[in-house]
């Protein structure tokens, strides 16, 4: 496989239940990132993770853990989630240079999720 | 804070017309520039880039021009083919380090159709 993989692609759950989205980059980057995507809305960015640490994270909702056991992958716990969290979740990954975006990030197709 | 403001879409062109998407932006010093292109079911692709002003960022016919004295980066092509129906996005990052450099700022995207 090659570039980023993303799954599940598509994702149903009800607000009590707790599930993984997992993302898996095949690039040799050292920076992945989760956004959110939703109708009508900028991307968001939720999570950055630089070198296996958390480097940035934009006030999101605790019901959204992320973890990243390595350098090529990466996970989002999802638990008690609301509706208004159904959106396109995009993984992207990149080579990051002393500490600052290069702005190249190369994505993965994304995990569509509905909460009910 | 950083933003990024896009034309609002969707945007309908006949085959080989010419399309231009305009972009501005607000930011301090002097940010590298981005057009990112999601096909539909997919996620983003990096299109082209600008590093300092006066640059210009070219990739599969399009052009954009880094104008800082108008804080502008308009996406252009020539000639548009049906397999350029995609929704673009304008994204800025910061010209720093420090808190929020691996924040890329999107703009709100614009989608193409392009007819027969």
């Known amino acids: 496989e090659t570039g980023v993989t993303q799954t599940p692609r598509h994702l149903v759950m009800g607000m009590t239940n707790k599930k993984s989205l997992k993302c898996e980059q095949h690039l040799g980057h050292n920076a992945m990132y989760w956004y959110k995507q939703s109708a009508k809305k900028p991307l968001e960015l939720m999570f950055v993770?630089?070198?296996?640490?958390?480097?940035e994270n934009n006030s999101v909702p605790s019901r959204f853990s992320p973890e990243c056991p390595n350098s090529s992958h990466l996970f989002l716990h999802l638990h008690t989630l609301q509706p208004e969290d159904s959106a396109l979740y995009l993984c992207?990954?990149?080579?990051?240079?002393?500490?600052?975006?290069?702005?190249?990030?190369?994505f993965g197709e994304g995990s569509r999720l509905t909460v009910l | 804070g950083d933003s990024v403001t896009q034309m609002e879409g969707p945007v309908t062109l006949s085959e080989e017309a010419f399309l231009t998407i305009n972009c501005t932006y607000t930011?301090?010093?002097?940010?590298?520039l981005f057009w990112y292109v999601q096909y539909p079911g997919e996620g983003l692709q990096l299109l082209l880039k600008a590093t300092k002003a006066d640059d210009k960022g070219s990739n599969k016919g399009f052009e954009a021009t880094y104008r800082k004295e108008t804080t502008s980066f308009h996406l252009e092509k020539g000639s548009v083919q049906v397999s350029d129906s995609a929704v673009y996005f304008c994204a800025l990052t910061r010209a720093y380090s420090g808190a929020g450099s691996y924040q890329l700022t999107f703009g709100k995207g614009t989608k193409l159709s392009v007819i027969p």
């Open positions: 992207a990954s990149s080579q990051e240079l002393q500490g600052k975006s290069t702005g190249e990030l190369f």
């Open positions: 930011a301090t010093g002097y940010p590298s």
């Open positions: 993770y630089s070198l296996e640490e958390r480097v």
